[in-house]
């Protein structure tokens, strides 16, 4: 991806530590993502998953341990770490006073996009999103699915050899939620990586070939679906009953259990 020698695991975590005060939100994980791999992180709430996300975004700063992104240490060098890397939030923040166009041109300048790269990708994504009529609108006029959408835009535009994702369907449209998809495996077949944190389970083990569950800020499992059936020795199960299964939650199979049994 952009004709870049890039290095074999495309983000390496080790030893990763962040605590708010006498709590450790995240307690020590470490993982890699490959090239060519889209990886799921997946918790219950308050797991450490966007406490995660925001530490490879270089929105926090760990207490302990390091982060690499595509070969460069993002305490050492992050403007590098994010020129090659895109993020896309669960809560986009937008200039809402800039045109669709505006905000896209204002990311291209601030990851020194080509013009030609510009002008090949910007109209494609536009058109795939139903955002072609919208782009010299207003941002404060556009819904939240035309945000999530045009944060879409604004990253696949650049390619980026990794893309830092959370919850990316919140808000879409079930066709522009198809497109993410095939845009993500699309990403992926080229020799990309994606870091996705979602609680879609159905997402993750669609699109997922490695996923790791997060417990209490902790890496509970990790491996693909073959090895966290074993680790939850639910051979057939899908990824919803092993998920359950491996956090533990017992109390929801009594409520679910309850449930079933009212009158």
Same mark, same amino acid.
Request: aromatic share 8%.
């Given at each position: 991806?952009?004709?870049?020698? =890039?290095?074999?695991?495309?983000?390496?975590?080790?030893?990763?530590?962040?605590?708010?005060?006498?709590?450790? /939100?995240?307690?020590?994980?470490?993982?890699?993502?490959? !090239?060519?791999?889209? %990886?799921? %992180?997946?918790?219950?709430?308050?797991?450490?998953?966007?406490?995660?996300?925001?530490?490879?975004?270089?929105?926090?700063?760990?207490?302990?341990?390091?982060?690499?992104?595509?070969?460069?240490?993002?305490?050492?060098?992050?403007?590098?770490?994010? =020129?090659?890397?895109?993020? $896309?939030?669960?809560?986009?923040?937008?200039? #809402?006073?800039?045109?669709?166009?505006?905000?896209?041109?204002?990311? /291209?300048?601030?990851?020194?996009?080509?013009?030609?790269?510009? #002008?090949?990708?910007? !109209?494609?994504?536009?058109?795939? %999103?139903? =955002?072609?009529?919208? &782009?010299?609108?207003?941002?404060?006029?556009?819904?939240?699915?035309?945000? &999530?959408?045009?944060?879409?835009?604004?990253?696949?535009?650049?390619?980026? !050899?990794?893309?830092?994702?959370?919850?990316?369907?919140?808000?879409?449209?079930?066709?522009?939620?198809? $497109?993410?998809?095939?845009?993500?495996?699309?990403?992926?077949?080229? +020799?990309?990586?994606?870091?996705?944190?979602?609680?879609?389970?159905?997402?993750?083990?669609? =699109?997922?070939? &490695?996923?790791?569950?997060?417990?209490? +800020?902790?890496?509970? /499992?990790?491996?693909?679906?073959?090895?966290?059936? &074993? #680790?939850?020795?639910?051979?057939?199960?899908?990824?919803?009953?092993? %998920?359950?299964?491996?956090?533990?939650?017992? #109390?929801?199979?009594?409520?679910?259990?309850?449930?079933?049994?009212?009158?």
């Amino acid at each position: 991806m952009n004709g870049e020698k =890039l290095p074999e695991a495309r983000i390496i975590i080790e030893n990763l530590v962040k605590k708010y005060g006498t709590f450790t /939100a995240v307690d020590n994980i470490s993982l890699k993502v490959q !090239p060519g791999q889209i %990886f799921g %992180f997946l918790g219950p709430n308050g797991a450490g998953k966007t406490t995660t996300i925001k530490l490879l975004a270089g929105l926090l700063k760990p207490n302990a341990g390091s982060i690499i992104i595509n070969g460069y240490n993002l305490a050492e060098d992050p403007v590098n770490c994010k =020129l090659h890397t895109g993020h $896309i939030p669960d809560r986009p923040f937008l200039y #809402e006073k800039l045109t669709g166009n505006e905000f896209l041109k204002f990311i /291209a300048s601030l990851y020194s996009l080509s013009p030609e790269k510009y #002008e090949k990708n910007v !109209p494609r994504f536009l058109d795939l %999103f139903d =955002l072609a009529d919208w &782009q010299d609108h207003l941002i404060e006029s556009y819904s939240h699915g035309m945000r &999530q959408k045009l944060i879409m835009t604004s990253v696949f535009m650049l390619e980026t !050899p990794t893309i830092i994702v959370d919850e990316p369907m919140v808000g879409l449209d079930p066709k522009s939620a198809r $497109i993410v998809k095939e845009l993500f495996k699309n990403h992926a077949r080229t +020799g990309g990586s994606i870091f996705l944190s979602t609680h879609s389970l159905e997402i993750a083990e669609e =699109l997922c070939g &490695q996923i790791a569950i997060i417990l209490r +800020g902790r890496i509970k /499992a990790l491996g693909d679906m073959e090895s966290l059936r &074993q #680790e939850a020795s639910l051979e057939t199960s899908d990824l919803e009953e092993v %998920f359950l299964e491996l956090t533990e939650t017992e #109390e929801l199979t009594e409520v679910i259990s309850a449930l079933k049994n009212m009158d």
